[in-house]
């Protein structure tokens, strides 16, 4: 499935707005990644080209980024911060609990394609750790605890 | 209020002001001053008010900013720029989350005041791609300044990220803005003479410019007068870690870890203080011994860690520090650029060596690589940036301070 002719006019003006093609190649991503959820060799090859730039320096800034996601992910994805402070306050155990659960590891998707997990760096969420954003709009939840996680499993339908 | 210039006007749901309501609190105030003063006189009473950056490095804001060019005496054409750093990411940094979603209007008016003092003609805040109530804060503060004709003829975006810590390092965000892998440059050239495309350019931190508009209001003395040290204002600290209610506390400069840690609800765990990171996750070590240390960039270097971020991480006697110091260096080696290689091979070493010592796998060997290592990146080794000399300053202080649970942790056969 191609890009649609909205979205390709919305990544040339973004060139406009960024300060040129190059400039605008994250943006570009970003825009693919919010409307098809991740970032087809396909999608990228035809951003590069309405952008005018080459490809493989697309590529290069795509694979550069942890949040471009370059394989289909999950309709929710869930990013457990595996940072100092969240480790200091039982993020293992609510790592394990999300595997257990999903039945899945991180960086994995589970077969029926509703959750990836991921992990992030520290989220800015400390004050409550242990912390993960999940969803589309990166919505911040914690404290998390192993005994919450069927409880956000189900916030995340 | 004028206690808590940062916060003191803030919502206990975080929810932004509108500009109406903003204004009503004495929002644009400062920017309206500022527009009758000279760019000179502005940085004049920045430098009165012994602002420091609070980004990380300290340096004082108002000598950054007198490295920019006047218009029309650089070199070449093109506008000059003011980049906002809000690509939070230090371990244990939370404060410029809660100033972007909370507080969007005071980052607004502090880029408008520093952009006028530092020449520029745009200004881009640059947000971390998590932080999306902040993102969706600050834009809406941006339309509603735009349209009621705050900005002048200044123009200001935002530019979200997505992911990778390196990119805010001044000089990576840079590039990063231009389109390439956010790798760091060297300098000089710095950033007011060859920044963002190649023009003068400012960077600086959310909070550093969330403060601008308070030392207008307030005047130079009363903003120094907030802090208790020779570093002017206050400061938005924070505690996390094992402590019984983490949080963010804005306190004056030089306010102490004891008071803060007592503000955060006391040590949890096993409630025994074993030691604290002052400065987020880059920062050596203190132990007990200073927790009546005033904390502000001055204090804490000449005690021999980094300020940093403010942002406290506290270690209670029942945490394991080998674990913990294997957690962050694991954070540092996938953050990475990867542009050279003692970071890039050195840090994935450091911390397998850790996870084994973790696991009680140690080997004296790599006590002494681990040592060695240490010794010869830290503080500003042989890598071309200083993520691995920040990684390397908790890991040195770290092997020294917890020599004991180094030792117990080296495997069977290798502790006689
Ligand atoms: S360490 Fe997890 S949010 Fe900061």
């Known amino acids: 499935m191609s890009l649609s002719p909205d979205l390709l006019a919305r990544i040339r003006a973004a060139s406009d707005e960024h300060g040129g093609p190059r400039a605008a190649m994250l943006e570009a991503l970003k825009l693919i990644q919010h409307e098809h959820g991740w970032v087809s060799d396909g999608h990228l090859a035809e951003a590069a080209s309405a952008l005018g730039v080459n490809r493989a320096e697309m590529e290069a800034l795509a694979s550069f980024y942890s949040l471009i996601f370059r394989h289909p992910v999950g309709k929710t994805v869930i990013l457990l911060c595996d940072g100092a402070s969240c480790w200091l306050n039982g993020a293992e155990e609510v790592r394990e609990e999300l595997k257990r659960r999903l039945g899945i590891g991180f960086g994995e998707t589970t077969r029926d394609g509703r959750y990836t997990l991921l992990n992030v760096a520290c989220l800015g969420g400390c004050d409550r750790a242990p912390a993960a954003v999940v969803g589309r709009d990166r919505r911040l939840v914690g404290p998390l605890s192993p005994a919450g996680v069927a409880a956000l499993l189900e916030d995340g339908l | ?416």
């Open chain 2, 1 to 416: 209020m004028t206690d808590l210039p940062l916060t003191g006007r803030a919502r206990p749901d975080r929810r932004p002001h509108t500009l109406a309501e903003w204004r009503a609190e004495g929002g644009y105030e400062a920017v309206e001053r500022a527009r009758t003063m000279t760019p000179s006189e502005i940085i004049d009473m920045v430098e009165a008010a012994h602002l420091n950056g609070r980004g990380g490095a300290g340096f004082p804001a108002g000598r950054k900013w007198r490295f920019m060019p006047e218009r029309g005496t650089s070199p070449g054409d093109g506008p000059s720029y003011l980049i906002v750093n809000g690509d939070e990411m230090e371990p244990g940094a939370f404060k410029d989350r809660f100033l972007l979603e909370a507080m969007p209007h005071q980052v607004i008016e502090g880029a408008i005041i520093t952009a006028r003092a530092t020449h520029a003609d745009e200004a881009i805040v640059l947000i971390r791609d998590e932080y999306r109530p902040g993102i969706a804060a600050v834009e809406h503060a941006i339309h509603e300044a735009r349209t009621a004709g705050l900005l002048g003829d200044l123009t200001i975006r935002v530019h979200p990220s997505a992911g990778r810590y390196i990119v805010g390092e001044e000089t990576a965000l840079i590039t990063a803005l231009e389109g390439h892998r956010a790798v760091p440059r060297k300098r000089p050239p710095f950033p007011a003479q060859s920044g963002l495309w190649g023009r003068p350019t400012t960077v600086n931190n959310v909070e550093t410019i969330s403060l601008v508009p308070h030392i207008l209001s307030l005047g130079p003395q009363r903003f120094r007068a907030l802090s208790r040290t020779e570093e002017g204002g206050t400061k938005l600290y924070g505690v996390s870690g094992r402590v019984k209610r983490p949080g963010l506390f804005e306190a004056p400069m030089g306010t102490t870890a004891r008071e803060l840690i007592e503000r955060a609800g006391g040590v949890s765990g096993d409630g025994q203080l074993r030691a604290f990171q002052p400065g987020g996750g880059a920062s050596g070590f203190f132990g007990p011994d200073q927790l009546d240390l005033p904390l502000d960039f001055g204090h804490v270097a000449r005690a021999g860690s980094m300020f940093g971020t403010g942002m406290l991480i506290v270690l209670d006697g029942s945490a394991c520090p080998v674990g913990f110091l294997a957690r962050h260096m694991r954070f540092y080696a996938r953050e990475s650029c990867g542009w050279c290689t003692p970071c890039r091979e050195g840090l994935p070493l450091v911390a397998k060596i850790l996870d084994r010592f973790a696991e009680g796998r140690g080997r004296r060997a790599d006590l002494e690589l681990l040592q060695m290592t240490a010794a010869e990146a830290a503080p500003r080794g042989r890598s071309f940036c200083d993520l691995m000399g920040g990684a390397m300053a908790p890991l040195a202080s770290g092997l020294r301070m917890f020599a004991a649970e180094f030792e117990a942790r080296l495997a069977e056969g290798e502790r006689a």
